[in-house]
């Protein structure tokens, strides 16, 4: 588990996945971005007196879902803030959101943007600045530190359209990515683009930090303009050519 300062906390779960907690500025509520179980987020919660006041779910996939059944269970009163055009996929929402809304969540101003690309009706929620606070992104799979998701529903046109809009986001905001990818991504990303300092200085230091059984995430959203070469690419077509690339990497 790797706690900040800025009242986010990340617990790894499953094999590669990471869920996110939210922590209130006032009181003992927090809440939670795709749980993909639930057994060692809730012992996280109840270990620090903490009541769960929300799930937030980026897309329907079960390991962003799974774990919220059992949640609920134990705190029946948390709100579930999920696409609406993805309620027959996403059970139990309370709150269907779209891109474009915005929430008030644990003292906290909350975005929704639309990311389709991944899936169909992916979203992510920004928390802009405050003082002190540089800003957070949960992106679910549409952007992954160095790489984005596989695009299963989406086309090539929707996900360079998600990625810049996330680019667009403050160069200081924090990247909360739902999976531990980026060694492989910035592996094939060298072998891609060898020639591009940056990405070998990253993944000399993201190396390091994995041998050292630590997190990569977070990300900033300056270090995915840098190195990050999908969200680097000039248009869909060439990102449908780096998607199509690494599909088949087995490096």
């Given at each position: 588990m790797q706690e900040t300062a800025n009242r986010v906390s990340?617990?790894?779960?499953?094999?590669?996945?990471?869920?996110?907690?939210?922590?209130?500025?006032?009181?003992?509520?927090a809440a939670v971005v795709d749980p993909a179980v639930a057994e060692p987020v809730q012992a996280w919660l109840e270990q620090r007196g903490l009541e769960l006041a929300a799930i937030l779910h980026t897309?329907?996939?079960?390991?962003?879902?799974?774990?919220?059944?059992?949640?609920?269970?134990?705190?029946?009163?948390?709100?579930?803030i999920a696409s609406r055009a993805d309620q027959e996929r996403i059970p139990h929402q309370t709150r269907g959101v779209a891109g474009g809304d915005q929430l008030e969540l644990l003292g906290r101003?909350?975005?929704?943007?639309?990311?389709?690309?991944?899936?169909?009706?992916?979203?992510?929620?920004?928390?802009?600045?405050t003082a002190g606070d540089d800003g957070h992104l949960f992106c679910g799979d549409t952007l992954f530190a160095a790489g984005c998701g596989r695009l299963f529903e989406g086309t090539p046109e929707q996900m360079h359209h998600s990625l810049q809009q996330l680019a667009a986001l403050p160069e200081a905001t924090q990247v909360w990515c739902?999976?531990?990818?980026?060694?492989?991504?910035?592996?094939?990303?060298?072998?891609?683009?060898?020639?591009?300092?940056?990405?070998?200085?990253?993944l000399a230091a993201v190396e390091a930090t994995r041998r050292g059984g630590e997190a990569t995430i977070p990300s900033t959203v300056a270090l995915e303009k840098a190195t990050n070469l999908f969200v680097r690419a000039k248009d869909a077509e060439e990102l449908r050519r780096r998607r199509g690339s690494k599909d088949l990497w087995r490096g």
């Open positions: 990340l617990i790894p779960v499953l094999h590669d996945n990471y869920v996110f907690v939210l922590h209130g500025d006032a009181g003992r509520q897309h329907h996939h079960h390991d962003h879902i799974g774990g919220a059944p059992q949640l609920l269970e134990r705190w029946p009163q948390a709100e579930v101003s909350i975005q929704v943007l639309s990311v389709p690309g991944h899936t169909a009706h992916h979203i992510a929620f920004y928390l802009p600045p739902a999976h531990e990818y980026t060694e492989g991504n910035l592996r094939w990303a060298s072998q891609e683009d060898p020639t591009n300092q940056a990405i070998a200085e990253r």
